[in-house]
Structure formats: structure tokens, C-alpha cells
């Protein structure tokens, strides 16, 4: 398990404090002058909080609306000031060769980190910006242009740096350094813990640091293809394909953050978001983006992302083949013509009597205009709006002929105007998008007609509601059904989009849901991230491309990561023997760690199972950090029953271990996301068994079987699948 800072090499000495008469040195007393550095910049930061907290906005502004919006930006910055008890300032320093222009960089709009010439050529990396009382800075945020050579030199390419040092702590005390001499003489790098991953020791420490508490930043350890992704520029979209426990997760987290500091004001403005597969994870990362100062990200599921305050709420669920068919791109169409399918060609003139006179516009003109409409790729509530003043035209044109002068305040009245409005009901009648998706999948004919050529009769079969909903509120829906009215929402009205959203665990989504995560970066960007191989629904993503051409950005890269820091090499290489029948094209996936004995596989009798479950849970929370007991969704309250029996009250999925409570009781179907130091998988035929097909069921196995940071123990008594006996 994780040695103490102790163990470090000779470059990591715990050093006893310099005599009080002798200014530390660097060369022989190097972590005694990182600590008065630490300890000087924590005094710096409680004098810019200070600063911060004296500010009198009624000197700055005498409107009260202003001095809101100012109180509030001082409180959030305030907020932002913080020290951070158990972290320390800074994880890490650059020196760089010679004095560098360490400006912030195009497309910045943050702040002053890493001045001139005069701030000299050694920055102290960390969460944030700290400067002294002259504005000089004493630890830059990592996130700045000048930090990236510390995520990205190495001895090939140094990118201007000497020397490269990370720090070892313990809560918010530096404990241990480690140097690489990039540049200069004496260059190489510290200790490689395999497969090229940099920071040596200090990165296999982070990783396998006990796991309690919700899941931490890795601010200090980003590795090289890692900080590629989460540097990338805001414009292009990018797809990253990662087998298990490459940080994912983890990359889209710290892209956020990275995102708000470089295009701060653009993205304050238009929005952030990031997306994941449910509230157990969500709440399993919600810790993420505040420790790095970021407080102000909205964190979802796709299924509350459709769920509107005051529109339809889901209550229940489809089969499997009825969800994948609501879910299918198709639906866009047979919504598409639902939607319009209240419009009508008139029949009769439109006449509108204004003083004595009658103007008649004649029924074949409106049907122009309403087929104009029709064919401009508007939303149906745009055109809606757009017809009155259309109407109201074409009576203008007549008046004009007629010899009159009208203005613009008759052709407002003519637009609102009984006839007009009469005309407009009877041609574009108004729609609401849940009713619309009811009549859908409560009137057979009238489904049957829009998806004429679209859907195949018994598709359109499949999709009806057994019995015709009476209302809105009454009405079965479905999580796939809100996602058709959320489609249909949009028809009517365009969606507004965020600057940039964050798609986790991707490889789930439905076409439709793709289309409803697309809408809302329509004009932004998006960073998607899942793995083929865990897709574990009916309608899992087959291929990336494809994915994001429902997204609407089909010109987005592609990235792969293939560097597992979660799983030990003997556990990945194990789960990775079930490649072949769950996702043949991948790559497996390697691992920056070795962990001996890690993997244990125990055949039980069948009696015994419960038993030698509550066993390995009890040999697991002997060691340290958070232990996962993984099993089939049917199998949870025969375990809880035996755990309780050996007195063990397990936490559920999502809930915060602690130091007296590490043992979490989780279902198969919640485990995607999640990872524990040490795991204990409760009989894999179960897992497998719980899923409609058997690719999916193997699927579900590797998600189970790629949870476990230290450990991992199997206990089965039906025979494991070939590939894993
Ligand atoms: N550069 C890194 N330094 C330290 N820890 C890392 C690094 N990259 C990833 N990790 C850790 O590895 C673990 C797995 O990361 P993460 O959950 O982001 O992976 P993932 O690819 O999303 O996995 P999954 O596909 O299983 O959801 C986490 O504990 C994360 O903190």
C-alpha cells in the first residue's frame, strides 16, 4: 500500500528545520525553503482574502443594481480564497532556462499569472494564483499557459525548463520532493513507473492514496496525453474513447475548469454543463470542479436534462425493444411531421374590414405564404409568430395599390386583428410538444400516418401505449418518451446552447439522447467521453463517428487513451480476456502499475457463497481505504441480510465513504464510473445473467470487473464464462 514520504529517494529528504540564524538554501536544504515558500504564500492568500472581504462596493458604484452584481462577484471570489486545509498551495515548480515571455497566452481573458522578465524564472504550480502585496506572483494557477510545460516537458522536448519538481504531502504540509532535470546537465527523469507515465513515485503514491471521501482532482499528477485533451481549444468538439480507468472522467472534469480560466467571460456568459449517467455518480464527482475553484458548473443526467419544471414526469419504463426503437434517429422524422402536421392550407380568402372598406387577400395567396413557411427551416413556433406580420403584409400590398399610405402601427393592427388571428388559428395552430408525443403514442392511425416510409407497420405497432393516455399528466411516459418530447420542444422552439458541455460515460446514449445533448451546444462545443466496450444498453454507441454525427458534430477528432492508472496491470490484463466478445475492434488497455496478488478468484459451494462474500468484504476492510462489494441487482438484499449478520451496515452507491464507514454494497447496474481500493465481485453469472443478451451481460462483467484500484476478489459458484475460467 502507499508508503510515507519517508521512503522517498535521497532527493526527497524529510529535512528537521534550518537553524533559526540561517536562511535555508536551496541545493542542501531544498524542502525547508519550498516550506517557507508555502508558508509566505498562505500568508499572501489570507492578505488577498482580506483585501477581498474590505472591498466597499458603495465606493465604486452608486446604482443598486450594479452594487448587487458587484456584492456578488465579491462574494464568489472571497468564497474563491480560500486555503484549502488539506492540500497544500503549490504540488510542483518550473525552472526554466532562461527568462521566458510568460504571458497568459491568446484567448485568455483571466488574469495577470507569470508577469514579465522581472518575476524571474521559477513558478510554483497549484490550484490557483496567489501574488504577493506588489502583485508579484508566487504561485501561478495550473492552468495558465506558462504552468503547461510542467504536464507536458520531458527530457526529449524540455520546452524550456531546468528542472521540474513535484511535491509529496500530507493534508496541507509538504513532506517529500522529487527533481527531473529537463535541460541542463544531470538531466533525467525520476523513477519511471512503466509505459512512459511521468512523476514517478509521486504519481503511484496519488493513485493508490486510500480511497475515502468523493473522488479527488489530479491537478498534481495530469499526465501528458491526459493535459492534450484537457488543453485543447474550446472551438473543436473532440470524442475520447478510453478503456477503463485511463481518467476519463477525470480529463473531462479538469477540461472544465481548464475551459473557465482560459474563456472565463465567454463561458460565464453562454454556460458549462457537464452530463453523467446518474445521481449515484454525479454526486460520486460532485467534489471535482469546486476543489478547483470552480463552483458554479451544473452537473446533470440526461434524464433530468429532458425533465422539465412543469412538464411530463417519467414513471415508468419501456421494454427493452420498445426504449431502443423510441430511441432510434429515426423518431426525429415522425416527430418532425407530427409537429407540422396541424397546419392546413386555407380554404377560404382571408378578409379583414378596416373602416368602411374590406381587403380580401384570396386563399391561394395565404397558401403560399404558409408553404413558404413550410419549407424555410424555421421552428414551427418562429413561423408561428412570423405569420401574423406575413398576413398582415400582404393586406399592406393591397392598401398600397388601392392608393393608401399605410404605416407600420396599421400593419401591427391588421396583424393582430380578429381575422388575422382566426386565419392563423385555423392554418398554424399553436402546439404543445408533450401533447403532440401523447397523440403519438396514444392514437395508432395517426402515429401510423406520420411514420408513413419512416417506420416499418410492426415498429409502429411496437410503439403505442397499450391503452390511449388521457392527459399529460396522467400519461405512462417513459425516460425514452420525454426524451421525444424534449425533441419535439425543440421543433417548436430552439433549445439555447451552452458553450461547452461535457458528455461522461457516452457510450449508453440513445441517437435521440445524442440529439438532445447536441441541441444544447448547438453553437458551442462539446468533449464526449465513454468507452464502446462498457456500453451496456439495448442502444449502446457502436461506433464514435456515428455518435457524433447525432451529436451534430461530425467533423469532431477522435482521441484514444489506452493508460490505465485505476486497475493494476493483473486485474485489466484478466477483465481484458473479455475484449474479444464485447468490443473486437479495441485496444486493451495497459496499466502504469504492477500489484502482485492483486487478483483472487475463489470457487465456493453453493451454500456457502453468502458466507465467503461477507469473508472477503471482512478481509478487505482489514487493509486501508473504501471496499466495493459488487452484484447482481437481484442479489442485494440476500447480501445486505448476511452482511448484517456479521454486524456490517454497507453505504450505497454515491454515498461518501469515511474513515469508519468503507464499505459500499452496489449494484451491477449503478457501478459504471465508480471505483473502490479494493472490490469484491459477488457471483459473475448473476451479473451476467441480469442482462437481455449475453454481450450485454459480458459488458456488464467488464464494468464490474474494472472497478478496483488495489484489489480484487471474485467469489463464484456457477462456473465462470470460458474466457475468465
Ligand atoms: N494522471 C493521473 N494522476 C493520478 N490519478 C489519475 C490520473 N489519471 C487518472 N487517475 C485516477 O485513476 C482513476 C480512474 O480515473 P477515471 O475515473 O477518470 O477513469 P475513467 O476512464 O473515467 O474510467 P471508467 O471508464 O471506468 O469510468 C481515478 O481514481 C483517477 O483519479
Given at each position: 500500500?502507499?508508503?510515507?514520504?519517508?521512503s522517498?529517494?535521497p532527493?526527497a529528504?524529510?529535512?528537521?528545520a534550518?537553524?533559526a540564524?540561517?536562511?535555508?538554501?536551496?541545493?542542501?536544504?531544498?524542502?525547508a525553503?519550498?516550506?517557507?515558500?508555502?508558508?509566505?504564500?498562505?500568508?499572501?492568500l489570507?492578505a488577498?482574502?482580506?483585501?477581498a472581504?474590505?472591498?466597499?462596493i458603495g465606493?465604486?458604484?452608486?446604482?443598486?443594481?450594479?452594487?448587487?452584481?458587484?456584492?456578488?462577484?465579491?462574494?464568489?471570489?472571497?468564497?474563491?480564497?480560500?486555503?484549502?486545509?488539506?492540500t497544500?498551495?503549490?504540488?510542483?515548480?518550473?525552472?526554466?532556462?532562461?527568462?521566458?515571455?510568460?504571458?497568459?497566452?491568446?484567448?485568455?481573458?483571466?488574469g495577470?499569472?507569470?508577469?514579465?522578465?522581472?518575476?524571474?524564472?521559477r513558478?510554483?504550480?497549484?490550484?490557483?494564483h496567489v501574488?504577493?502585496?506588489?502583485?508579484?506572483?508566487?504561485?501561478?494557477?495550473w492552468?495558465?499557459p506558462?504552468?503547461?510545460?510542467f504536464?507536458?516537458?520531458?527530457p526529449?522536448?524540455?520546452?524550456?525548463?531546468e528542472?521540474?519538481?513535484?511535491?509529496?504531502?500530507?493534508?496541507?504540509e509538504?513532506?517529500?520532493?522529487?527533481?527531473?532535470h529537463?535541460?541542463?546537465?544531470?538531466a533525467?527523469?525520476?523513477?519511471?513507473?512503466?509505459?512512459?507515465?511521468?512523476?514517478?513515485?509521486?504519481?503511484?503514491?496519488?493513485i493508490?492514496?486510500?480511497?475515502v471521501?468523493?473522488m479527488?482532482?489530479i491537478?498534481?499528477?495530469?499526465q501528458?496525453?491526459?493535459?492534450?485533451?484537457?488543453?485543447a481549444p474550446?472551438?473543436?468538439?473532440?470524442?475520447v474513447?478510453?478503456?477503463?480507468?485511463?481518467?476519463?472522467?477525470a480529463?473531462?472534469l479538469?477540461?472544465?475548469?481548464y475551459?473557465?480560466?482560459a474563456?472565463?467571460?465567454?463561458?460565464?456568459?453562454?454556460g458549462?454543463?457537464v452530463?453523467?449517467p446518474?445521481?449515484?455518480?454525479?454526486?460520486?464527482?460532485?467534489?471535482?470542479?469546486?476543489?478547483?475553484?470552480?463552483?458554479?458548473?451544473?452537473?446533470?443526467?440526461?434524464?433530468?436534462?429532458?425533465t422539465?419544471?412543469?412538464?411530463?414526469?417519467?414513471?415508468?419504463?419501456?421494454?427493452?425493444?420498445?426504449?431502443r426503437?423510441?430511441?432510434?434517429a429515426?423518431?426525429?422524422e415522425v416527430?418532425?411531421?407530427?409537429?407540422?402536421?396541424?397546419?392546413?392550407?386555407?380554404?377560404?380568402a382571408?378578409?379583414?374590414?378596416?373602416?368602411?372598406?374590406?381587403?380580401r387577400?384570396?386563399?391561394h395567396?395565404?397558401?403560399?405564404?404558409?408553404?413558404?413557411?413550410?419549407?424555410?427551416?424555421?421552428?414551427?413556433g418562429?413561423a408561428?409568430e412570423?405569420?401574423?406580420?406575413r398576413?398582415?403584409?400582404?393586406?399592406?400590398?393591397?392598401?398600397?395599390?388601392?392608393?393608401?399610405?399605410p404605416?407600420d402601427?396599421?400593419?401591427?393592427?391588421?396583424?393582430?386583428?380578429?381575422?388575422v388571428?382566426?386565419?392563423?388559428?385555423?392554418?398554424?395552430?399553436?402546439v404543445?410538444?408533450?401533447?403532440?408525443?401523447?397523440?403519438?403514442?396514444?392514437d395508432?392511425?395517426?402515429?401510423?400516418e406520420r411514420?408513413e416510409?419512416?417506420?416499418?407497420?410492426?415498429?409502429?405497432?411496437?410503439?403505442?401505449?397499450?391503452?390511449?393516455?388521457?392527459?399529460?399528466?396522467s400519461?405512462?411516459?417513459?425516460?425514452?418518451?420525454?426524451v421525444?418530447?424534449?425533441?419535439?420542444?425543440?421543433?417548436?422552439?430552439?433549445?439555447?446552447?451552452?458553450g461547452?458541455?461535457v458528455?461522461?460515460?457516452a457510450?449508453d446514449?440513445?441517437?435521440?439522447?445524442?440529439?438532445?445533448?447536441?441541441r444544447?451546444?448547438?453553437?458551442g462545443?462539446v468533449?464526449?467521453l465513454?468507452?464502446?466496450?462498457?456500453?451496456?444498453t439495448?442502444?449502446?454507441?457502436?461506433?464514435?463517428?456515428e455518435?457524433?454525427?447525432?451529436?451534430?458534430?461530425?467533423?469532431?477528432?477522435?482521441?484514444?487513451l489506452?493508460?490505465?492508472?485505476?486497475?493494476?496491470?493483473?486485474?485489466?490484463a484478466?477483465?481484458s480476456?473479455?475484449?474479444?466478445m464485447?468490443?473486437?475492434?479495441?485496444?486493451?488497455?495497459?496499466s502504469?502499475?504492477?500489484a502482485?496478488?492483486?487478483l483472487?478468484?475463489r470457487r465456493?459451494?453453493?451454500?456457502?457463497?453468502d458466507?465467503a462474500?461477507?469473508?472477503?468484504?471482512?478481509?478487505?476492510?482489514?487493509?486501508?481505504?473504501?471496499v466495493?462489494?459488487?452484484?447482481?441487482?437481484?442479489r442485494?438484499?440476500?447480501?445486505?441480510?448476511?452482511l448484517?449478520?456479521?454486524?456490517?451496515?454497507?453505504l450505497?452507491?454515491?454515498?461518501?465513504?469515511?474513515?469508519?464507514?468503507?464499505l459500499?454494497?452496489?449494484?451491477?447496474?449503478?457501478?459504471?464510473?465508480?471505483?473502490?481500493?479494493?472490490?469484491v465481485?459477488?457471483?459473475?453469472?448473476?451479473?451476467?445473467?441480469a442482462e437481455?443478451?449475453e454481450?450485454t451481460?459480458?459488458?456488464?462483467l467488464?464494468?464490474?470487473?474494472?472497478?478496483?484500484?488495489?484489489?480484487?476478489?471474485?467469489?463464484?459458484?456457477?462456473?465462470l464464462p470460458?474466457?475468465?475460467a
Amino acid at each position: 500500500m502507499s508508503e510515507t514520504a519517508d521512503s522517498l529517494p535521497p532527493t526527497a529528504p524529510r529535512v528537521p528545520a534550518p537553524p533559526a540564524d540561517r536562511e535555508p538554501d536551496d541545493r542542501t536544504d531544498p524542502l525547508a525553503v519550498e516550506r517557507a515558500h508555502l508558508a509566505a504564500s498562505r500568508a499572501a492568500l489570507r492578505a488577498m482574502r482580506a483585501d477581498a472581504e474590505a472591498l466597499d462596493i458603495g465606493d465604486v458604484t452608486a446604482s443598486w443594481v450594479t452594487a448587487e452584481v458587484l456584492r456578488g462577484d465579491v462574494e464568489r471570489r472571497i468564497a474563491a480564497l480560500a486555503d484549502l486545509a488539506d492540500t497544500p498551495l503549490f504540488f510542483g515548480r518550473l525552472d526554466y532556462l532562461r527568462p521566458i515571455d510568460a504571458g497568459t497566452g491568446p484567448g485568455n481573458d483571466a488574469g495577470d499569472d507569470a508577469g514579465d522578465d522581472e518575476v524571474g524564472r521559477r513558478f510554483h504550480i497549484g490550484r490557483r494564483h496567489v501574488h504577493d502585496a506588489h502583485g508579484d506572483p508566487m504561485v501561478i494557477d495550473w492552468r495558465a499557459p506558462v504552468s503547461q510545460p510542467f504536464y507536458r516537458a520531458s527530457p526529449a522536448d524540455p520546452q524550456g525548463v531546468e528542472l521540474r519538481r513535484r511535491f509529496g504531502y500530507e493534508g496541507g504540509e509538504l513532506t517529500a520532493l522529487e527533481d527531473e532535470h529537463l535541460g541542463g546537465h544531470g538531466a533525467g527523469a525520476a523513477t519511471d513507473p512503466g509505459n512512459g507515465a511521468t512523476g514517478g513515485n509521486l504519481l503511484l503514491r496519488e493513485i493508490e492514496r486510500p480511497r475515502v471521501g468523493p473522488m479527488r482532482d489530479i491537478v498534481a499528477t495530469i499526465q501528458p496525453e491526459q493535459d492534450e485533451i484537457v488543453r485543447a481549444p474550446l472551438r473543436g468538439s473532440l470524442c475520447v474513447q478510453g478503456a477503463p480507468g485511463t481518467g476519463k472522467t477525470a480529463v473531462g472534469l479538469h477540461r472544465v475548469a481548464y475551459l473557465l480560466y482560459a474563456h472565463r467571460e465567454r463561458l460565464a456568459r453562454s454556460g458549462t454543463l457537464v452530463i453523467g449517467p446518474n445521481r449515484s455518480f454525479l454526486r460520486y464527482i460532485e467534489q471535482v470542479l469546486p476543489a478547483l475553484g470552480e463552483l458554479e458548473v451544473r452537473q446533470t443526467t440526461v434524464d433530468a436534462l429532458v425533465t422539465v419544471p412543469g412538464g411530463p414526469e417519467p414513471r415508468g419504463t419501456d421494454d427493452p425493444a420498445v426504449a431502443r426503437l423510441k430511441g432510434d434517429a429515426r423518431m426525429a422524422e415522425v416527430l418532425r411531421r407530427a409537429v407540422r402536421s396541424g397546419v392546413r392550407m386555407p380554404e377560404e380568402a382571408l378578409e379583414v374590414p378596416r373602416g368602411a372598406r374590406r381587403w380580401r387577400v384570396p386563399a391561394h395567396e395565404v397558401a403560399e405564404i404558409v408553404r413558404e413557411l413550410l419549407e424555410r427551416d424555421i421552428r414551427y413556433g418562429a413561423a408561428l409568430e412570423a405569420l401574423p406580420q406575413r398576413l398582415a403584409h400582404a393586406v399592406l400590398v393591397r392598401m398600397e395599390r388601392a392608393g393608401e399610405a399605410p404605416d407600420d402601427r396599421v400593419q401591427a393592427a391588421v396583424a393582430r386583428s380578429a381575422p388575422v388571428k382566426a386565419m392563423v388559428r385555423r392554418v398554424w395552430p399553436a402546439v404543445d410538444p408533450a401533447k403532440v408525443v401523447l397523440r403519438l403514442l396514444s392514437d395508432p392511425e395517426f402515429l401510423a400516418e406520420r411514420a408513413e416510409g419512416v417506420l416499418k407497420p410492426e415498429e409502429v405497432e411496437l410503439l403505442a401505449w397499450p391503452r390511449p393516455a388521457r392527459g399529460v399528466r396522467s400519461a405512462p411516459w417513459s425516460p425514452a418518451d420525454l426524451v421525444l418530447v424534449d425533441e419535439a420542444r425543440d421543433l417548436v422552439e430552439r433549445t439555447p446552447s451552452l458553450g461547452h458541455v461535457v458528455l461522461d460515460e457516452a457510450q449508453d446514449l440513445s441517437p435521440m439522447q445524442y440529439r438532445a445533448v447536441g441541441r444544447r451546444c448547438s453553437t458551442g462545443s462539446v468533449t464526449v467521453l465513454g468507452d464502446l466496450a462498457q456500453g451496456t444498453t439495448p442502444w449502446a454507441t457502436g461506433t464514435w463517428q456515428e455518435a457524433m454525427g447525432h451529436l451534430g458534430k461530425p467533423e469532431a477528432t477522435v482521441a484514444e487513451l489506452t493508460r490505465g492508472f485505476r486497475v493494476p496491470r493483473e486485474i485489466i490484463a484478466y477483465a481484458s480476456r473479455l475484449l474479444p466478445m464485447i468490443a473486437p475492434g479495441l485496444a486493451e488497455a495497459g496499466s502504469v502499475r504492477r500489484a502482485p496478488g492483486s487478483l483472487r478468484v475463489r470457487r465456493v459451494a453453493a451454500g456457502e457463497l453468502d458466507a465467503a462474500v461477507v469473508a472477503a468484504c471482512g478481509e478487505a476492510l482489514e487493509r486501508e481505504g473504501s471496499v466495493g462489494l459488487i452484484a447482481a441487482d437481484a442479489r442485494l438484499p440476500a447480501l445486505r441480510a448476511a452482511l448484517a449478520g456479521a454486524g456490517h451496515e454497507p453505504l450505497g452507491p454515491g454515498d461518501e465513504t469515511s474513515a469508519g464507514r468503507r464499505l459500499t454494497l452496489v449494484a451491477a447496474s449503478l457501478v459504471k464510473g465508480l471505483e473502490y481500493d479494493h472490490v469484491v465481485l459477488d457471483e459473475p453469472a448473476a451479473v451476467i445473467g441480469a442482462e437481455p443478451d449475453e454481450r450485454t451481460g459480458l459488458r456488464r462483467l467488464y464494468v464490474a470487473l474494472t472497478r478496483a484500484v488495489s484489489g480484487l476478489t471474485v467469489v463464484h459458484h456457477t462456473p465462470l464464462p470460458a474466457a475468465l475460467a
